[in-house]
């Protein structure tokens, strides 16, 4: 007999996939490639085109079958908040975030459901999003509360604070992530570098002008007396709400000449940016997965990080640590680490050895086989 994993795939052919839809990705990739012997994996997805069911047989090769719900993505995440559907059926459920059918269900019978949770920014930072968002992520995680098996999290530290908004007991496991396919540097590296115009050292950083993601804090940083000229690269949109990012620079002190911005870049085309940097700068005040520092580690590129907690389980000394403190000194101390690393080689050099040597840790093939063993032990 075979038993079948039931994967919500959805994400992927969403319309802003996003992190979540990457990590769905891969991890199906890995899922598939990790089956035991006597199970396979069935995708699960909302009803879509035609060349949505096209793509998700592209991404994900080897999946057994792909079971289309009769509902759109709006309809069916409407319809699993209030429990009002019993597709795909009963067997191993795994949801890759919390858009997952959570119900009561007979686990003698065989039947579990597993979800995933990426971060608790409907609770932290609920302007960040839309109220209906927030509205519908909180009323998913009670629901979770009462019909999830397992709850998977990224990191311990995004598991603790998950603990304190919801009680579910030993049922959260830290399954962690790696670095997004495709993240590779190739042979036409230095073609692409040329095409993407960026110069020869460089500073990169990945955000929004959002004050918890911290871009502000480098701007203010780089700033500062003292502080190398040294080009900036940010990987994120030009404005967030009504702030401008060449704005933004110019009245902290930052000549906008020396930004480079990108929006969503290829794999290839971001390995390539992260990968040739002086340093990579991840100065979020609040993150709960880490997944960018475990990017850059894996590329060799030095990394200088905030204190967060999912920062400091990720890096574990494979990166630079900056305490954000209180006030205005996360500035002051961003300044000094990025002076420290631009014109201390020795010092980079061994930033970039720790944090290659850290990446090794984080694999998709063994989290892929933590989740089989997960629902096997369930």
């Keep these: 007999m075979t038993t079948t994993l039931r994967l919500i795939v959805d994400q992927i052919v969403a319309p802003v996939p996003g992190a979540v839809g990457r990590y769905t990705r891969d991890l199906g990739r890995a899922l598939i490639a990790a089956t035991p012997p006597g199970c396979e994996v069935e995708g699960v997805v909302s009803s879509s085109p035609p060349d949505d069911y096209a793509r998700l047989e592209t991404e ?11 509902l759109a993505r709006r309809e069916l995440a409407a319809a699993w908040q209030f429990g009002l559907t019993t597709s795909p059926g009963g067997g191993m459920i795994h949801g890759t975030s919390l858009f997952a059918p959570l119900r009561k269900h007979d686990a003698t019978a065989g039947d579990q459901t597993v979800v995933t949770v990426h971060d608790v920014v409907a609770w932290t930072h609920p302007e960040a999003l839309s109220s209906a968002s927030v509205a519908w992520q909180k009323g998913m995680l009670k629901r979770a509360r009462r019909h999830a098996d397992a709850v998977v999290v990224p990191t311990h530290a995004l598991a603790d604070r998950l603990s304190m908004i919801a009680d579910f007991g030993d049922r959260i496991r830290v399954v962690g992530t790696a670095p997004r396919s495709g993240l590779e540097v190739g042979p036409d590296a230095q073609a692409r570098a040329v095409q993407l115009g960026l110069p020869g050292a460089y500073l990169v950083v990945s955000g929004t002008l959002e004050p918890r993601k911290g871009l502000v804090d480098v701007l203010t940083a780089l700033g500062r007396r003292g502080v190398p000229e040294i080009p900036l690269v940010v990987v994120g949109p030009e404005s967030w709400g009504d702030q401008h990012l ?18 969503d870049l290829a794999p290839e085309d971001l390995a390539v940016v992260i990968a040739g940097a ?5 100065p979020a005040r609040d993150d709960d997965s880490g997944t960018e520092l475990i990017e850059a580690f894996s590329l060799g590129a030095p990394v200088i990080h905030s204190d967060t907690p999912a920062y400091v389980e990720v890096s574990a000394g494979g990166g630079l640590t900056v305490p954000i403190g209180v006030g205005d000194g996360f500035a002051d101390r961003l300044a000094a680490a990025i002076t420290r690393v631009v014109e201390d080689r020795e010092a ?4 970039a050895i720790s944090g290659h040597d850290r990446a090794r840790a984080y694999d998709w093939r063994d989290s892929a086989e933590r989740i089989w063993h997960l629902h096997a032990d369930l």
């Design 278 to 282: 002086t340093a990579y700068l991840a």
């Design 60 to 70: 994900l090769p080897g999946m057994s079958a792909l079971y289309k719900s009769s």
């Design 348 to 351: 980079a050099n061994r930033l």
């Design 246 to 263: 060449a704005q933004t620079a110019d009245e902290l002190g930052v000549d906008a000449r020396r930004i480079l911005r990108f929006d």
